[in-house]
């Protein structure tokens, strides 16, 4: 079968390799789809540890081909989409509830062979069942969908709070729209792009803004701002320098800043911890899909979050390392790649 491998950091290829075979408790999957994400990036480039040679591609989603021994809840022709964060089980973290920081933590995907691939095997215990009339390029959305679940959990989001969504790409624009269900009532996502502001404002947003015009926090936080005094939560969803540093200043007193989007491994900005102190920010990090991908898929399934929208093009695999090597393209949100290239 053929697969993307990352064989050393910035050395990515198509390659053909052995078709993989389900070892006890483990689905072998066909892959229907499977997203880039910014991950994948910054995994090439050394910015995120990862264990090459692997095979790329966290997002997948797909239908069972065949099942290993001793799995009893799917079978195969049913459709699934793959959470790749592995726990042991065992560590502290993991015994505390806290599996996304288990100390053992595997991802499929960036330690183990994932989507970027004709197949992919995975633990049964990371899967879940997908309805069969599905779009099958919606499932590849869980995964992300599973994240921004946790960031916004976090956030403490109650019904009339106010919103600022720091970001326009995928994440930013799930999170919208999770905002919007969870009860919030002024939802305000800032970017740069205007397809995407336009976007935005049709998935929810009741305001959008450009940072690209003058002193973002003022026009937001002054007292003829877009949101006076800033907003009850602001999730940071672009991992980028400039975000991440105005995320804590752009919520109101007592707000809470959540950060979603992430930067390069040893990437650093400046804070003001006196700010922050006297304002009270709570400032969350959010890392990864603890317990959530299940919510996801039922999000999905329900088409409660719409996705079709985000998909900005579907590739093969062959066009798939171009892709991931370079930036990405003005305002694509995500590309999926489809290896039978439908």
Partial sequence: MKAVRLEATGKLQLSEVEKPAPGPGELLVRIEACGICGTDRHIFHGEFPSKPPVTLGHEFAGIVETVGPG?????PGMRVTGDPNISCGGCEECRRGRVNLCRKLQAIGIHRDGGFADYVCMPQSQAFALPSDLDPLHGAFCEPLACCIHGVDLGGLQTGSSVIVLGGGVIGLLTLQLARFAGATRVLLVTRSSEKRRLAESLGATAT??????????????????????????????GVAETMQQAPRLARRGGTAVILGVMAQGAKIEIEPFDLLF?????????VNPFTHGRAADLIASGEIRVEPLISRRIGLAEAPEAIVNPARSGEIRVLVVPDGK
Avoid at 279 to 287: A, G, K, N, Q, Y
């Fill in 209 to 238: 803004a450009d940072p690209g015009g003058g002193d973002i926090i003022a026009r937001i936080t002054a007292d003829n701002g877009l949101l006076p005094g800033g907003a009850d939560v602001v999730f940071e969803c672009a």
């Fill in 71 to 75: 799995v009893t809840n799917f079978r």
């Fill in 279 to 287: 304002r009270e920010i709570r400032l969350i990090t959010s890392f």
